[in-house]
């Protein structure tokens, strides 16, 4: 058996179905809208700058750090449109900032080995990578200097 509202054709019944599919779209669109903000928020800077550090360990927190800085910048029309943002702006000057140290402790506790190439450390993807966020517009190997 139907439930009332699907073979009911009184208008109120019409102005319910629309209000709670208003209200569902709302939730949804306001959900979409925050994952952004989680990706910023869910940011543990020591998570990256701790731990083995081998070459295959400073790859993955590397290539880590890329994406979340990608994420975020594909998430706004332009670079322009990202500086304009505050939080975002201040979000990837943090990471730059941890991206730097993680290539300082990897530097000091591996040296060329970070050059070698193995399954887990890749060092074309890592470049690739790389030149992806730069061709965006975002250079993290300057650190707290990112945006100049």
């Known amino acids: 058996m139907l439930p009332p509202f699907v073979y009911n054709k009184n208008s109120e019944t019409k102005y319910m179905i629309r209000i709670n599919i208003i209200i569902f779209l709302s939730f949804f ?3 979409c ?3 952004d903000d989680n990706t910023m928020s869910n940011f ?5 700058t701790s731990g083995e550090l081998d070459p295959c360990d400073c790859n993955t927190k590397s290539v880590d750090l890329i994406n979340r ?3 975020i910048r594909k998430s706004f029309s332009s670079i322009k449109e990202l500086k304009s943002n505050k939080k975002a702006k201040q979000h990837i000057t943090k ?6 140290q993680l ?3 990897c530097f000091g506790k ?12 890749d060092v074309k993807y890592l470049e690739q990578k790389q030149n ?5 517009g975002i250079r993290l190997n300057q650190g707290s200097k990112v945006w100049k």
């Open 29 to 31: 669109i306001l959900r």
């Open 33 to 35: 809208a925050n994952k």
């Open 44 to 48: 543990d800077a020591k998570y990256f």
């Open 69 to 71: 800085s990608i994420k």
């Open 95 to 100: 990471i730059a900032k941890v991206y730097v």
């Open 103 to 105: 290539a300082e402790q």
């Open 110 to 121: 591996n040296a060329t080995k970070l050059f070698t190439p193995s399954d887990c450390n």
């Open 132 to 136: 992806e966020l730069f061709t965006l």
